[in-house]
Structure formats: C-alpha cells, structure tokens
C-alpha cells in the first residue's frame, strides 16, 4: 500500500502556495489603494494651494489701514471735495463742514481719549462675540452683503470696497480681518472703526458726527450719547436729524445691550437710560452751485466707484464744469423761467442777461419749467447743466422727458444712408399720412431740408415709412437714442454732438453706454490717479459726408419758416427743434462745431408751448457758451458735391424753374434729369384758357404753372396755388386764302397711314413753301415733312407718314415770299 506522506505533502504545499497568493494579492491591493490615496491628497493639497494663491492673488495690504487710519498729523481722510475743471471752486464737499476730520486715540494714557462707554457700545450694537472670535465670523459667508465683525466691516469699507460681492470676495474679507485682528490687536480695531464709521450725514468719524448732533467733542460724550452713535453707525439714515425719535429709541437699546453684556453696572444702567440726550439743530445748508451737474456726475462716478468709498473722503474730483458758463447759465434761465410763469425778474444779478430777448408776446404758461444742459462735442465733455428751473428757482432735477419730434432728424439720415438728399421732394398733402403737422396746415411739395428744418412731423411720417421703422431704430441706436422712450438731456446733446463733430462721438463708455462725461479726474489722498477721463475717446458713428448733409440742412436759416432771428447767435449753427403732439414738452436742440446746447421746456397742463420758447433760452446759452470762442463753420467734406436745383423739385433747373437753389448731394446721387414741376403754357389773356394755332398771337401770353398731380389737385386749389387750365381756346376757322391753303384733308378730318396733303402754294413774289407737323392744339415745336421751290395750285403739296403717332396734330403749310414775307395756314386733323 502506497504511503500517504506525499500526498498531505502536496496538499500542505498547494494550500500554502494559495494562501501566499491571496497575501500576495491583498498587500498589492493595499498598497495600490495607498498610492491612490496619497495622489489624492497630493492632488488635493495642490488644488488648495492653487486655489489659496488664487484667492490671495492681489491682496490688498493690511498695512493701508494704519497709513489711513493713523496719519502721522493726526488728521483722518479728509472729505471727499468736487471741483470745477479749473480746480478754482467747490462744487460740493462730503462733509457736514469745513471743519477738518480728527483721529482721536481710544487709550487712557492720551489726555485726549474716547470714553470707554463709546468703544462698548460699539461692540454692543455692532460686534457683540468681539473677543470671542478671531476677528471674523462664517456663519453668514453665503450672504455677502453681510459683515458681522468690526474687522470685517473695515476691510470692507477701506480694502475691498472696489470688488464685488462674492463667495470670492467673502472668503477674501474674512483672511484680511484675521490678519489685521491678529496684527494689530482688538484695541486697535475697535478705535480704527470708531474714527472711521459713517454717522450719516456724511459725518465719518466719531469726533465729525459728536459735533455734528450734540455740539461737543466725541472726547465729551456720555453713556446715552455713546449709545446712539453707536447704534447710528449700525444704520447711518436712522440719525437724531433724519429719524430723531428712532435714534433716541435704538439709543436706550443699546444701553440695554450694553447691560447684558456686562459692560454696565445696573446703577450705570439706570443713569444711562436716566440721561436725556439734546441734539443741537441742524447747520444751515449753503445753496449749492450747480447742483443738478454734481447729481449727474455722481450717477457716473457711481459706474466707477461705490458710493461709500466716494463719500468715506479721501478723493479730490476735477469735473468737466465750466464754472463761468454754469454760473450765466442758470441766471439767465431763473430769469427765462420767471418771465415765462409770468412772474418778477428775480433779484440776482445777471452779467449775460443781455442775450436773452424777450418771450413771444402774449406767452405766459404759471406752471411751466424748463432746463438745459451745455457741452464741448470736440471732446466729449459736460460744461454745464441747468436743473429744472420753476418758477425763477433751479431745482437739482434734471429728468428725461418725452422727446416728440426732437429726434427726427435720424429719420431723415435714414433715407439720406438709402438714396435720399436733402433736395429729395415729398407731398406734405393730405392723405400721405394720418400724422398732423403742429401748425394744422399742409405745405404742398418741398424739399426734406425744408420739412427737417421746420420741424413738420407729417413728411416725416411719409419718410419714416418709407425708410422702415426698423431701419430708423437701428441708426438712431448708433447714437444711443430711441423713439418713444423718454430723452434725457444728456443724451440730446451727445447724441446732436455726433454731427457737429462730423460723424464722430467723442466721449467715455459708461455702464455699456458711449456719452459726454462730467469727470475729468479723481485723485487719492496720496496723488494716486483712480481715473482718468481727460482724453476722451474716439468712435465714428456716421461718415463725414452724411454728417455734413444734416449740418447743411439744419443751419439753412433761408429754408426755416418766417427766417426768425431767434437762431441767429452770431456764428453758423444747426438747430433741430420738437415738440409733443400736446404742446406740453418742447425742445431746442442746437450746436455749432465747438458747442452743443440742449433746451426742453415742459408745462403739466398748459398745452400752448412750442420750439419758439425754448428757442429763447437755447439762443442765450448758446451765446454764453460760444463766447471768446472763434466762429467755425463746417467744411465740405469728401464725397459731397454742390449743385443748383430746381426748389421743390430737387431736379435740374430749365429756365422756367422760377426758384434755383444750392443743393448738397452725396456724390453719385445728383440728379440727372431736368425740372418737370414747372411748364410754361400758351394762355389766352382774355379767357384764360390755353392758346390753339387758332389764337390770335396779339392775345397769347406764356405763364409758368407748377404741375401738380390728381392726387394733390385738392390741396393746390384750397392753397390758392395756380392751377393750368385743362381746355383750349374756342377753334374758329382760319380765313380764307386761295394762294395758301390746304383742300385735304379738311379741318378736323381723322387720317391714318401715308397721307396726301394737297393744297395750294402759289400767289404773287412767290419763293418757296414748306409744309410742317405738330402735336396738340398749339404746338410748341414742330416738324417740317415737306417743301418746294416751285408754286402748287389744287396739287399735292407733301405726304406724311403717321405710322405710330395717334391724338390731335396740326398741320402748317407757309409760303415765303421774294421779301421773306410768311403766309401760312393751319389745319387740325386727327390721327387714329
């Protein structure tokens, strides 16, 4: 029997070499795991790295604060100040005063401190976990309008206040409140943010705001007072001038707070809210100088900056402003609107007041306004904005209002960019369209300067349909306005200063918007440039050429209605004038190459104001603006020619055009064909009816009629326009003359193909004869057919072929005699 040892033995071995395997599997498995695992984290650190650098990348310094906050004069960021462009006046100070901002230190050791009750109250109202924390919280990192920490609330107003909120930004704040709570200490982050918060009313810091509301130095205050501007700063609208019963109530919350927290014993509790705090009156407010110019300067600075950093003081920013042009400009319009409400002269004086003429007689409208707004298209720049001015007191509202016809002339650079000229003529009739003019009247056939420049709405109309709605949109959004939405004056007068400029808007592009800026400069306490906008930028909007044709057209003092002297400031300039349907907003938009000047004048109720109103004050800002200033005109640009035409028609003059014209054509759109409007006509001065072969040629006299079309019969005979007649002079028969005279066919025959004239041709000092053809009763030109040197008598005098003719000719036989003497007759004749 065979041993079972090596039996086990292989059993033992193959079980050992499974069980070596199996180990062999898991240890590999163990360490590929192991390596997998470290990659990831590898990976993980260097994305948190990367992220880290990312998220730190430009991080602002936390030594800013002290060199902000700590100035070495003991003198804060002093109030943010605008000027006018010469840096020589104040156009508004952020500040409640003159008086400068003062830093004062929270430690005892300076005979000089806050009180200790203040910085409590602050961490009461505003930081409650102060020392428990390190410097930031992140239970609200999700909500990034929210800064729960004294540190954070620094960071925010002075280091990050440029980034917008963000998970990003959020993270940012709370690392930069680490570090400065870690740098610089709790002690220093509760003075920091004392001498720095918002009190309202543009006090920043405690000392502004502590003589601001109670008269005092911040140095003074007690627990109640330290109570209420710290519960200010929390909500700086919620101040003891703007909301004083509220301020006084979250004041004794806060004392309560204060309490809870253990800052104040309950004897210091009850004399606290024992106390009755007085504010002092509010200062008086200076009248601001161009108050409407600033509140549009700051709409613009708020695209570039936040509103709370420009306030937080600190910056020094060069307006656009001229002060001199802002200054004459809104005397004149206090005048302009008292006299227009019927109103007295204001008592001001008024250097400039001798360019404005008087309103149009009988104009009084109580509750009218009216403002204004004066630019440099050469760059782009705001020289002068006059608020809505009622009653003789300006106002610093400057509204958009609705622009009526103030934007048509896109309309017509429309149809200019598609074919159409200054000279192209439209039917201003009726029927053409259901669009009214304002004056109630028709005015016949004209050119479109003619309607552009007198501002009728209803060619308008006609070329607006023609040129298509979406054609028109599309040009005047190249110029950043828009039909039926409100026109504000700012972008009247960027968008007019296109065509002064020649087709091209210099300007800055703000919130995706190409405009005329009031900013030249803004500059940091420490001479850093924050903006720049003293070179404007450059964009082409329309070519030269086109540009020139609506210059051309509005600065036509000859094509404007009763020619009113009311445009005529001394120097070439265009002026585009509008209006609303119900006479309640009226607009003069005028300018020459240097200035650009934008007049609306408004009334709720009185439906009686129109362009010659605002024309009145345009004509005296335009005055005041273009003073010292050379008289430019436009010159003729490439691509535009200059032709006489016939008016209204556009086309080549005849010599019966009785109105020539200089007309201005972009070059390959001249007309080529010449005047068929007007036709002179053979008239019988006794029955005025038109002249046959027949009349006698004592009575024939040539009139010019203008031509008109059925359509615009109506309107011609309601004009009192002549109209040429329609029928003939009664046809009598010649007299008899048997040495000339035509036998066939007879007066009045009907004749077809070839046609044997005969006749005869004959009588004493005969020399030769001729026989001619004409079209119509009487003819203007004639045909010769036939002649002979030799007498015909009862013969045949010449054939005449009427293949293709048809209607009413004449035919003409003359005999010239020895002495040139001409003997002729005259028959009528119908050709089928």
């Not at 140095?219 to 209420?228: D, F, N, R, Y």
């Not at 509005?554 to 020619?563: I, Q, T």
């Not at 759109?669 to 006509?681: G, I």
């Amino acid at each position: 029997m065979p041993s079972t040892l090596p039996i086990l033995r292989a059993r033992r071995e193959r079980r050992l070499a499974k069980q070596h395997a199996s180990d062999s599997r898991k240890r590999s498995l163990f360490v590929s795991a192991g390596m997998i695992i470290s990659l990831l984290i590898a990976a993980l650190i260097i994305v948190a790295a990367f992220a880290y650098v990312n998220l730190t990348r430009d991080l602002p310094s936390p030594q800013i604060l002290p060199n902000l906050l700590n100035p070495p004069n003991g003198l804060l960021l002093q109030p943010t100040k605008i000027y006018d462009r010469t840096r020589q006046h104040i156009l508004f100070t952020f500040a409640p005063d003159d008086s400068p901002r003062r830093y004062i230190p929270l430690s005892d050791t300076n005979p000089q401190h806050l009180p200790k009750s203040l910085a409590d109250a602050i961490v009461a109202t505003s930081d409650p976990n102060f020392y428990d924390h390190a410097g930031y919280d992140l239970a609200t990192i999700t909500n990034y309008e929210l800064h729960n920490t004294l540190a954070q609330k620094l960071v925010s107003d002075l280091l990050l206040f440029n980034e917008p909120p963000s998970l990003r930004r959020a993270l940012r704040e709370r690392i930069l409140a680490a570090q400065i709570t870690s740098q610089f200490g709790r002690a220093q982050i509760v003075e920091w943010y004392l001498n720095s918060a918002h009190f309202g009313r543009y006090a920043f810091g405690v000392e502004s705001a502590a003589q601001l509301y109670f008269g005092k130095s911040a140095t003074q205050l007690t627990t109640a007072e330290s109570a209420i501007l710290a519960a200010v700063s929390d909500s700086p609208s919620l101040n003891p001038y703007d909301a004083p019963q509220t301020a006084l109530e979250r004041g004794r919350e806060t004392i309560q707070k204060m309490s809870a927290l253990g800052f104040l014993s309950d004897e210091a509790t009850a004399n606290a809210l024992g106390e009755s705090p007085r504010f002092q009156p509010p200062p008086l407010s200076d009248v601001q100088p161009a108050a409407a110019f600033v509140n549009l300067l700051l709409a613009q600075l708020d695209s570039q900056f936040p509103r709370a950093r420009i306030e937080r003081g600190g910056l020094t920013i060069i307006s656009t402003l001229d002060f001199n042009v802002q200054t004459q400009s809104s005397c004149v319009a206090a005048f302009y609107a008292a006299r227009l409400a019927g109103l007295p002269d204001p008592s001001i004086q008024c250097d400039s007041l001798r360019f404005l003429s008087a309103l149009p007689p009988s104009i009084t409208i109580p509750d009218s306004s009216a403002s204004a707004i004066v630019t440099d298209p050469t760059t782009g720049q705001v020289l002068a904005v006059v608020g809505e001015t009622f009653e003789g007191r300006e106002t610093p509202l400057v509204g958009a209002h609705r622009p009526g016809s103030a934007l048509d002339a896109f309309i017509y650079l429309t149809g200019f960019t598609r074919g159409l000229s200054p000279a192209s003529l439209v039917w201003d009739i009726p029927g053409k369209t259901d669009v009214p003019n304002f004056d109630g009247a028709y005015h016949g056939p004209i050119r479109l300067r003619t309607a552009l420049v007198n501002d009728y709405p209803a060619p308008a109309a006609q070329v607006l349909s023609q040129m298509g709605v979406e054609n028109v949109d599309n040009i005047m959004s190249s110029f950043g306005v828009a039909r039926n939405v409100d026109l504000s004056l700012l972008n009247a007068a960027s968008a007019y200063g296109v065509f002064a400029e020649q087709g091209v808007h210099f300007g800055q592009s703000i919130n995706d918007e190409f405009t005329s800026v009031t900013i030249l400069k803004v500059e940091g306490n420490d001479d850093s440039v924050w903006l720049d906008w003293t070179t404007p930028q450059a964009k082409p909007v329309v070519t030269p050429a086109l540009a020139y044709l609506v210059n051309h057209s509005l600065s036509d003092e000859s094509a404007r209605e009763n020619n009113s002297s009311a445009f005529n400031v001394g120097r070439p300039s265009a002026v585009k004038l509008g209006q609303t349907e119900d006479a309640l907003d009226a607009w003069t938009i005028g300018y020459s190459p240097t200035r650009v000047v934008a007049v609306w004048a408004g009334s709720r109720e009185s439906s009686n104001l129109s362009p010659r109103i605002s024309s009145v004050l345009w004509n005296a800002l335009m005055q005041i603006a273009s003073q010292n200033l050379p008289a430019e005109d436009w010159s003729l640009p490439a691509g535009v020619s200059v032709i006489n035409v016939c008016d209204p028609s556009g086309m080549l003059p005849t010599t019966d055009c009785p109105n020539v014209v200089n007309e201005v054509f972009l070059q390959g759109n001249e007309p080529v064909q010449a005047d068929n409007m007007y036709r002179k006509y053979a008239i019988n001065r006794e029955t005025g009816l038109l002249a046959t072969v027949f009349t006698l040629p004592q009575l024939i006299e040539e009139r010019v009629y203008l031509v008109v079309p059925s359509d615009a019969r109506s309107w011609a005979e309601s004009a009192g326009v002549a109209i040429p007649p329609s029928t003939y002079d009664v046809i009598q028969a010649p007299p008899t003359n048997p040495d000339v005279s035509i036998t066939f066919p007879e007066l009045f025959a009907e004749v077809g193909g070839v046609v044997q004239i005969n006749g005869t041709a004959a009588g004493a000092d005969f020399a030769s004869y001729r026989v001619l053809i004409g079209q119509g009763l009487n003819p203007q030109e004639w045909v010769q057919i036939g002649e002979g040197n030799a007498p015909v008598t009862n013969g045949l005098l010449a054939e005449w072929n009427t293949e293709g003719l048809s209607g009413l000719y004449a035919m003409q036989l003359q005999v010239v005699r020895a002495d040139q003497r001409v003997d002729s007759v005259v028959v009528q004749v119908t050709v089928r």
